[in-house]
């Protein structure tokens, strides 16, 4: 079976555009959850969704958006970009909120904002 | 709010030695769930290791061991006969479940860079 994936891998913006970030989950996962990691730093959660609905929601700007489709991949939308928005994007997908079940990463996509 | 802190940025132990990474948190809440995630240098994160604040048991599994203090609020990381596909960013975590649906949240630590030398 594959892994969760997530597209692109590397992608470069400049200040002020905007980007979309994409991730499908493993087969059969039903919660999808975004994190962004900072060179040198630990994962910061951005938002989960769990059969479509946003369960949960870190401390991020409105700049930063999120949504899941019917075969629950799920889109990471940021507007307005700014320098400190160069990081890892990372997401994660479980067979329900990741209480009870075992997250499983992507990749990662590498942005970079110049 | 809660708080995750890993005191440890860097260690490096020989291979088959035992390591011990730290990792302390803060919560007025009762009832919450606690991770190691590893993160090799290839950069895909792995769960280490759950544990169950109200389980009193602390989590094992093969080489790898909890001990889980729940009213110092310490949760370490024992890596026995250690190898060296054990190097690798290691990050301690800890989520809550929201009172209602929106609320949920996982907080990480910073880390710790363990290197397993040959």
């Known amino acids: 079976d594959a892994g969760v994936t997530q597209s692109p891998t590397h992608l470069i913006k400049t200040r002020g555009q905007h980007v979309t970030l994409r991730c499908s989950p493993i087969s059969g996962h039903k919660s999808v959850s975004w994190y962004q990691q900072v060179l040198g730093q630990g994962p910061q959660f951005i938002f989960q969704?769990?059969?479509?609905?946003?369960?949960g929601r870190g401390n991020f700007p409105d700049r930063f958006s999120a949504r899941q489709f019917p075969n629950y991949s799920s889109e990471l939308n940021v507007n307005a970009l700014l320098l400190g928005d160069s990081a890892l994007y990372l997401c994660?997908?479980?067979?329900?909120?990741?209480?009870?079940?075992?997250?499983?990463f992507g990749p990662g996509t590498r942005l970079t904002v110049l | 709010a809660q708080t995750v802190t890993q005191s440890q940025p860097e260690m490096s132990v020989q291979e088959a030695e035992t390591v011990t990474l730290s990792c302390t948190y803060d919560t007025s809440e009762n009832n919450y769930y606690l991770f190691w995630y590893k993160q090799p240098p290839s950069r895909q994160m792995i769960l280490v290791i759950r544990q169950e604040a109200y389980k009193q048991q602390n989590a094992t599994e093969n080489r790898f061991s909890v001990n889980f203090q729940k009213a110092a609020k310490s949760f370490s990381l024992k890596i026995s006969d250690s190898q060296l596909g054990d190097t690798a960013m290691y990050f301690c975590?800890?989520?809550?479940?929201?009172?209602?649906?929106?609320?949920?949240?996982?907080?990480f630590g910073k880390g710790t860079r363990l290197h397993i030398l040959p």
């Open positions: 969704y769990y059969e479509k609905e946003e369960r």
């Open positions: 994660a997908s479980s067979l329900r909120a990741f209480t009870y079940n075992e997250q499983f």
């Open positions: 975590a800890f989520f809550l479940r929201g009172e209602v649906n929106r609320d949920d949240k996982i907080i």
